[in-house]
């Protein structure tokens, strides 16, 4: 491996590039989907192998949603539990999220994702008081476990959106990993949320390794509430818009 990416960063909050490492690793470990390999990683700093993308095939999308599947079966101890061997928060863009194990998926989900970054989005004024009141009432749902299903804790990507999937000539390579014990849903909604090449063939290989409970394309907003969360938190009004929508989306979901 000759080729490396090196990224860094002066002003990198503490842990920034050690969490993506430790991700990145427990990711690998799996033996599911395949993740970048990293070099070496310290403060301020990492070095990853150099990708080189190629245009996906529909065969390529469908081994992708088997290996992902993989991935997510590996599991967690807990939701909200971090990468082995790692004990810090995690970071979604520049932003921390806490990795603290629970062993409810809704509560997880509802304090240390959605409700940190709804309540940036509404002091900032991307969500009006009305909309964050829709968010934190679908946020009661979760709490309660209303919406916890059955799953165990799944081996999660965390910020599974288009731009960290990078298609090479070995198929499917994870980037960027905010990685953490979660729901399998979140990861396959999130690559909803912005569009991938052949979606629709990653989710048949999914369900050929893995089938999914009933109902979960209903659900698909339920798991982008923190995506939308982190977008409205920085990138514009029309994401709290979204957000909002989700929330409603949430609501009406039966228990």
Not at 160 to 177: C, E, F, K, M, Y
């Amino acid at each position: 491996m000759n080729e490396v990416v090196v990224k860094q960063r002066t002003d990198a909050p503490e842990g920034f590039f050690e969490a993506e490492a430790a991700g990145l690793a427990w990711l690998a470990a799996a033996d599911g989907a395949e993740t970048v390999r990293v070099v070496e990683a310290g403060p301020g700093r990492i070095a990853l192998e150099r990708l080189h993308e190629h245009r996906p095939t529909v065969r390529d999308a469908e081994e992708f949603g088997r290996r992902l599947a993989r991935t997510h079966d590996a599991g967690a101890p807990a939701f909200g539990s971090p990468p082995e061997g790692w004990a810090g928060p995690n970071f979604i863009g520049s932003r921390a999220q806490e990795c603290r194990p629970e062993p409810s998926w809704g509560r997880f989900f509802a304090e240390q994702r959605v409700q940190p970054f709804a309540a940036i989005a509404r002091e900032i004024g991307d969500l009006r008081a009305d909309e964050h009141a829709l968010v934190l009432a679908a946020c009661e749902r979760l709490r309660a476990g209303e919406l916890d299903g059955r799953e165990p804790p799944a081996r999660l990507h965390g910020d599974l959106w288009a731009g960290n999937v990078l298609w090479t000539a070995r198929g499917a390579v994870l980037i960027d990993p905010a990685a953490h014990g979660g729901h399998r849903e979140t990861d396959l909604a999130m690559l909803a949320l912005f569009g991938l090449p052949h979606l629709d063939a990653v989710l048949a290989g999914y369900e050929a390794e893995h089938p999914l409970r009933a109902g979960w394309r209903q659900r698909v907003p339920l798991h982008q509430l923190h995506p939308l969360a982190v977008h409205a938190a920085g990138h514009g009004r029309h994401y709290g818009l979204a957000l909002a929508e989700a929330a409603e989306a949430a609501l009406a979901l039966p228990g």
